[in-house]
């Protein structure tokens, strides 16, 4: 049996039915350079999708390379139980010297939905620990998406979060209206029309439950690919300091410069309490993530009972995942990732635009590296599949949506390739 075959019939892949010989078989990818995945067939295909948005300094870079060959022959890893090591604290030196300045403790995990279980822990345990045992659930927006793991899936959308199946088995949490207001469009200040009235009087109703707020800031990724304007988010911060609530921001998707800002944070004029980081954090080379939090948690947690924060994953801070997430925020310190990610939102919005006029297109909308064509009903995967080699670029839309977020090295020529597919592919799906 050949690797395909196996491939076909032993391997699940993610949101996919189970492996079965009568599946379509997936490409198989050999190598990757650049922007590029060469297949097993030799065909190259444009990474549109930044292999799920991580792969911001394209494949095989060497300075990336370079810093994981030197650090393998040091230390792969080591406990970070009553331990430690230079990659772990460089990286955290360099990620509080660009983060909100309130955030000043780090709590290292291996993916981005863990990063979400902690801070959601974080919060948890911070209210018992201010004597507030009562506040254990959370509220969040509709349209949400936060991780696939058993907590994070409470606060994604429980109707299109792609986890309705799990409903009966989660703790209800408590939820309102997606921000109606999109960004770049005119705020209204009538609390009724920006979504607002909703939220204050959910918090209001349910404070002496809820322990924290979580939201995708600006950006709803997986749920829909949704951009909403940032004065909600500033109205969120007051509304918490209210209700002695926490804030959380994941930006697991939108962190290190995907929006045109490092973070969607600064986009707004406040910062949470607790900072959810992952994805492109290691530039697509390791699984790894970061949950970021306030001297005021950190030292409710460490001075409250137990006097320790209750989580503790075994790859914690690998050595290897801090080596290639440090070469790549240098890659970010040392390059002009603004100009290219500007120029890349320029770009999209010329070239997708024209895709309005189609009569089944409901909308189109680009900020950052992220261009998205919204369809009037949802597109199937397998048709985006079967045309990668045709069309030389790798799409992988989800529900309604065409999407792309290429890596931040993409050339114009590159990007128009990436255009022209995604036109195409709304013309026939």
């Not at 994805?279 to 390791?286: C, D, E, N, R, V």
């Not at 949802?378 to 839309?397: K, N, Y």
Request: hydrophobic content about 40%; charged content about 15%; glycine content about 6%.
């Amino acid at each position: 049996m050949n690797g395909s075959d196996f491939d076909q019939q032993h391997l699940w892949h993610p949101y996919s039915p189970p492996p079965s010989p009568n599946l379509n078989k997936n490409p198989v990818v050999k190598e990757a350079d650049g922007v590029y995945l060469t297949l097993e067939d030799g065909n190259k295909v444009i990474d549109a999708m930044s292999s799920w948005w991580c792969t911001i300094h394209g494949y095989n870079h060497p300075v990336i390379n370079q810093a994981l060959k030197s650090q393998i022959d040091k230390l792969s890893h080591v406990m970070f139980g009553g331990l430690t090591h230079e990659p772990a604290i460089e990286l955290g030196e360099k990620l509080l010297a660009i983060s909100p300045d309130s955030l000043n403790t780090i709590f290292y995990s291996d993916s981005g939905s863990v990063a979400v279980e902690i801070a959601l822990k974080m919060a948890v345990q911070y209210q018992f620990a201010v004597g507030k045992q009562d506040k254990y659930k959370f509220l969040t927006v509709r349209s949400g998406y936060h991780g696939d793991t058993w907590k994070a899936m409470s606060v994604s959308d429980p109707v299109t979060g792609m986890h309705h199946l799990f409903s009966g088995a989660l703790q209800a949490e408590y939820f309102v209206s997606q921000p109606p207001i999109k960004y770049g469009k005119t705020w209204n200040d009538d609390p009724t029309e920006n979504g607002l009235q909703e939220l204050s009087d959910a918090l209001a109703n349910n404070a002496e439950h809820i322990a924290a707020l979580i939201l995708e800031p600006v950006v709803q990724g997986a749920g829909g690919m949704y951009f909403y304007h940032p004065e909600y988010l500033n109205a969120c911060r007051k509304l918490c300091d209210d209700h002695d609530i926490l804030l959380i921001f994941d930006e697991i998707a939108t962190g290190f410069g995907r929006t045109g800002k490092l973070f969607a944070t600064e986009h707004t004029d406040i910062q949470p309490d607790i900072l959810c980081l992952g994805k492109s954090i290691t530039a697509g080379y390791l699984s790894f993530a970061a949950t970021l939090c306030s001297d005021r948690i950190n030292n409710v947690i460490r001075n409250g009972e137990p006097g320790a924060f209750m989580h503790g994953p075994t790859f914690m801070a690998n050595p290897l995942a801090c080596s290639a997430a440090i070469a790549s925020l240098d890659l970010l310190a040392s390059t002009p990732w603004q100009q290219c990610v500007q120029s890349i939102e320029q770009q999209l919005n010329t070239e997708l635009s024209p895709a309005i006029e189609l009569p089944n297109v409901a909308d189109v909308r680009v900020m950052g590296a992220i261009g998205v064509i919204e369809m009037q009903h949802r597109v199937d995967p397998a048709i985006a599949q079967s045309m990668c080699t045709e069309l030389g670029v790798w799409l992988r839309p989800f529900a309604k949506n065409i999407y792309c977020m290429p890596p931040y090295i993409s050339s114009p020529d590159q990007l128009s390739k990436i255009s022209g597919a995604m036109l195409k592919l709304a013309k026939i799906a």
